[in-house]
């Protein structure tokens, strides 16, 4: 299910936390950063598991956000490496899982700290970091919203 929803509306700036929020088809969530971008694949919506933020905490010491991982939507027992290839739903909303959205210097530098280098944060979220995924039908998500693979 859908656990959290972050948007910022210009690069860089800090994501702030919503209720709902409407996406259109291929375009992404309105009002992102990212919105209409194409520049990479599946750059319409990342989403990343709660229970991977959890465990990087757990295991490095750490205290970070669900916000820190400057993805939209943080889901709860949905395992998203599964859904790549996939085209899945939430309510009456279809996407389509592009690729795993694997950590990169931007988010090792951001997530970096005195014990923690920027190198190791990109190895720690290495597999785990998420989905990158197109929007294929235009709708509504919101907090408590339930995942659905579609039959293929």
């Given at each position: 299910?859908?656990?959290?929803?972050?948007?910022?509306?210009?690069?860089?700036?800090?994501?702030?936390?919503?209720?709902?929020?409407?996406?259109?088809?291929?375009?992404?969530?309105?009002?992102?950063?990212?919105?209409?971008?194409?520049?990479?694949?599946?750059?319409?919506?990342?989403?990343?598991?709660?229970?991977?933020?959890?465990?990087?905490?757990?295991?490095?010491?750490?205290?970070?956000?669900?916000?820190?991982?400057?993805?939209?939507?943080?889901?709860?027992?949905?395992?998203?490496?599964?859904?790549v290839g996939q085209e899945f739903s939430i309510g009456n909303v279809r996407f389509y899982g592009v690729?795993?959205?694997?950590?990169?210097?931007?988010?090792?530098?951001?997530?970096?700290?005195?014990?923690?280098?920027?190198?190791?944060?990109?190895?720690?979220?290495?597999?785990?970091?998420?989905?990158?995924?197109?929007?294929?039908?235009?709708?509504?998500?919101?907090?408590?919203?339930?995942?659905?693979?579609?039959k293929s």
């Amino acid at each position: 299910m859908i656990q959290a929803i972050y948007v910022a509306k210009k690069s860089k700036q800090s994501q702030v936390g919503i209720d709902a929020v409407k996406v259109d088809a291929g375009k992404g969530i309105v009002g992102d950063r990212n919105y209409g971008k194409r520049s990479e694949v599946g750059q319409n919506i990342t989403f990343v598991e709660s229970e991977a933020i959890a465990a990087f905490n757990a295991n490095f010491g750490q205290s970070i956000s669900q916000s820190s991982t400057r993805r939209n939507i943080i889901t709860q027992s949905v395992r998203l490496n599964q859904l790549v290839g996939q085209e899945f739903s939430i309510g009456n909303v279809r996407f389509y899982g592009v690729e795993l959205c694997e950590p990169c210097g931007t988010l090792g530098r951001a997530l970096s700290n005195d014990s923690l280098t920027s190198s190791q944060v990109v190895k720690a979220w290495a597999r785990t970091g998420g989905l990158r995924a197109n929007v294929l039908t235009t709708g509504i998500l919101r907090v408590g919203m339930q995942f659905n693979l579609l039959k293929s």
